[in-house]
């Protein structure tokens, strides 16, 4: 079984430039995601999906589908079969007829999910069918999350008759503070703190170069010039954070 993250990325716009998803195959995207103090949809906070899913002609005579999951990382565990240490195998993913005995294989060519507690505001499951003699299919969906923590967007391919499907569209995750995902919101308030104390610690540095002009090293001129620079840097990660969480596009600060 395998495992592929979406490689296309723009910002906190996640792009699915034509990948390939063969069956027993998986794809995935996480987020930092912050649902409010409460928790309430009110909040904002969200993932949103666009794509559309096709597959060659050859593999249309056959009835296929493709899963799309979203979910906190407290499900996580709950995905596939859990590992066998003694017996030496390793988790699957896919249920399958030889795989029915174990709990969360209730349907062969799906995804293995043991639904061991009510989690429904940290899971939502959309089933992409193919129908017979059909080869393209779409998805739009949009859906609120509920709690804070790592959220996944992952799209699974379990039924061997699917064949081989290509991706394209994008994924969005939205945040109540903006664009920015919620573990690296933290960077605002940080570099904004940061400047403010090169501005006031410049400030005080030249008021004492002043006073002492008449008894100053190159090296405190230096230093002056470091102040400076930090300034800068700091001013240039601020402006690149928020920018980001403004328009969900990053510009490249360093």
């Given at each position: 079984?395998?495992?592929?993250?979406?490689?296309?990325v723009r910002a906190n716009v996640y792009g699915w430039?034509?990948?390939?998803?063969?069956?027993?195959?998986?794809?995935?995207?996480?987020?930092?995601?912050?649902a409010g103090k409460d928790g309430a949809e009110s909040a904002s906070a969200s993932v949103q999906v666009s794509l559309r899913f096709q597959r060659p002609c050859s593999a249309a005579a056959r009835a296929g589908i493709v899963q799309l999951l979203a979910f906190h990382s407290s499900v996580l565990m709950q995905l596939g079969t859990e590992h066998e240490e003694r017996a030496?195998?390793?988790?699957?993913?896919?249920?399958?007829?030889?795989?029915?005995?174990?709990?969360?294989?209730?349907?062969?060519?799906h995804l293995i999910l043991r639904r061991e507690?009510?989690?429904?505001?940290?899971?939502h499951v959309q089933n992409v069918v193919f129908g017979v003699n059909q080869s393209?299919?779409?998805?739009?969906?949009?859906?609120?999350?509920?709690?804070?923590?790592?959220?996944?967007?992952?799209?699974?391919?379990?039924?061997?008759?699917?064949?081989?499907?290509?991706?394209?569209?994008?994924?969005?995750w939205a945040n109540p503070h903006g664009a920015l995902p919620g573990e690296l919101y933290g960077f605002i308030p940080f570099f904004r703190t940061l400047c403010l104390a090169y501005v006031v610690a410049g400030a005080?540095?030249?008021?004492?170069?002043?006073?002492?002009?008449s008894v100053l090293l190159p090296l405190q001129l230096c230093i002056g010039g470091v102040l400076a620079l930090s300034l800068l840097e700091s001013s240039a990660w601020y402006y690149e954070y928020t920018s980001f969480n403004a328009s969900g596009s990053r510009r490249g600060a360093g």
């Amino acid at each position: 079984f395998t495992l592929l993250a979406a490689a296309v990325v723009r910002a906190n716009v996640y792009g699915w430039a034509h990948e390939r998803l063969l069956p027993d195959q998986i794809r995935y995207r996480r987020v930092g995601m912050w649902a409010g103090k409460d928790g309430a949809e009110s909040a904002s906070a969200s993932v949103q999906v666009s794509l559309r899913f096709q597959r060659p002609c050859s593999a249309a005579a056959r009835a296929g589908i493709v899963q799309l999951l979203a979910f906190h990382s407290s499900v996580l565990m709950q995905l596939g079969t859990e590992h066998e240490e003694r017996a030496r195998r390793p988790a699957a993913f896919c249920c399958t007829a030889e795989l029915k005995q174990h709990p969360g294989c209730d349907h062969p060519g799906h995804l293995i999910l043991r639904r061991e507690h009510d989690k429904s505001d940290a899971l939502h499951v959309q089933n992409v069918v193919f129908g017979v003699n059909q080869s393209a299919a779409a998805v739009t969906e949009k859906w609120h999350v509920q709690r804070s923590g790592m959220w996944y967007l992952l799209v699974s391919s379990c039924d061997p008759r699917t064949g081989e499907v290509v991706i394209s569209g994008e994924s969005s995750w939205a945040n109540p503070h903006g664009a920015l995902p919620g573990e690296l919101y933290g960077f605002i308030p940080f570099f904004r703190t940061l400047c403010l104390a090169y501005v006031v610690a410049g400030a005080a540095w030249r008021a004492l170069c002043y006073r002492h002009r008449s008894v100053l090293l190159p090296l405190q001129l230096c230093i002056g010039g470091v102040l400076a620079l930090s300034l800068l840097e700091s001013s240039a990660w601020y402006y690149e954070y928020t920018s980001f969480n403004a328009s969900g596009s990053r510009r490249g600060a360093g």
